[in-house]
């Protein structure tokens, strides 16, 4: 299994209060990516990573920024938490799209907005 | 813009044969096929890189049509083990976003 960890697996947090996810590596692959996954809409990219200090929005970023001071870390915050935000997160990494190879998936963190 | 998947959803039994399609409305580098089963992670199924190149796993099978920007995936004789939900996910020439679908759920009943 691929080295990839994701920290909390579960948070109850109230509206209005700051959350941060964390996805940690061990594979040393250059892209990371956060996901949120809803019934009815799938996975859909918040946003994505590839490399050090280097990020990009995806299609539902607003509320959310990220951050990578190092290779093995990516940060999602939630600045200001809505109960919209109630959610599966998902972090994946890859060596990236253009190497032709898989993308793998944390365990997922289940965040629940009262 | 998320890929856009059919069916939903699709009741088999087992030994049926089913097909999941997946469209874009931008033209993309490669796609990706995951399935997830119920509160699991998505794993990786295959890539496919060329417009019409196959390639395959065990019993299932894909196909990218580069020229429609539509992929579809192939499960013959189905068994119990493929239930859960299908992914495609697609990677755009001109970023490194890699996007998925909305899903399609295949429930495999004996």
């Known amino acids: 299994d691929a080295g990839i960890t994701q920290s909390p697996r579960h948070k109850v947090t109230e509206t209005g209060t700051p959350v941060t996810l964390r996805c940690h590596q061990t594979e040393n692959h250059r892209y990371m990516y956060w996901y949120r996954q809803d019934p009815g809409h799938g996975l859909r990219l918040i946003h994505y990573?590839?490399?050090?200090?280097?990020?990009d929005k995806g299609e539902v970023s607003d509320g959310y920024s990220v951050s990578r001071s190092k290779t093995e870390d990516f940060l999602l915050t939630l600045e200001s938490a809505t109960s919209s935000q109630t959610s599966v997160y998902f972090c994946?990494?890859?060596?990236?799209?253009?190497?032709?190879?898989?993308?793998?998936f944390g365990q997922g963190t289940r965040l629940t907005v009262v | 813009q998320q890929p856009v998947q059919s069916p939903q959803a699709v009741i088999l039994r087992e030994g049926e044969d089913a097909v999941i399609n997946c469209s874009s409305s931008?033209?993309?580098?490669?796609v990706h096929w995951y399935r997830q089963k119920h509160g699991e992670a998505p794993v990786f199924l295959m890539i496919?890189?060329?417009?019409?190149e196959q390639k395959g796993h065990e019993k299932i099978s894909a196909s990218f049509n580069e020229k429609k920007q539509q992929s579809s995936l192939y499960l013959t004789a189905s068994q119990l083990s493929y239930s859960g939900t299908y992914f495609c996910g697609g990677v755009d020439f001109g970023n490194e976003k890699l996007t998925f679908g909305t899903g399609t759920r295949l429930t495999i009943i004996p």
């Open positions: 990573s590839y490399g050090v200090k280097d990020t």
């Open positions: 994946a990494i890859s060596r990236g799209p253009g190497t032709n190879t898989e993308a793998f």
């Open positions: 931008k033209a993309l580098y490669s």
């Open positions: 496919l890189l060329k417009g019409g």
